[in-house]
């Protein structure tokens, strides 16, 4: 039994600050919060699960390939993703 907790600390979730990832691509997230994120700056979180902030241009920007992947997995019909609880 040598399993040691590690301290709170080092299991903070990654919240990508700089790596300019998040920041390439045109992310796929809920049309209200990225309206809303546009007028306040916050971040929201995409479909891939990346948090980033909207570019007032999306289309200067590549779409992200995992966003485009769940996007194109979810059921057709509406497109307004808010049956699921997750
Ligand atoms: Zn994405």
Redesign the pocket.
């Known amino acids: 039994m040598s399993t040691k907790i590690l301290p709170e600390q080092e299991t903070r979730p990654k919240t990508s600050h700089g790596d300019g990832d998040h920041e390439r691509?045109s992310?796929?997230a809920d049309k209200h919060k990225i309206t809303e994120s546009m007028v306040t700056g916050t971040p929201i979180r995409?479909?891939?699960g990346?948090v980033w902030v909207p570019s007032r241009d999306p289309k200067k920007y590549p779409v992200?390939p995992?966003?485009k992947e769940i996007y194109e997995g979810l059921p057709s019909g509406g497109g307004e993703g808010d049956g699921k609880g997750e």
């Open positions: 691509f992310h796929y995409a479909l891939c990346k992200c995992e966003c």
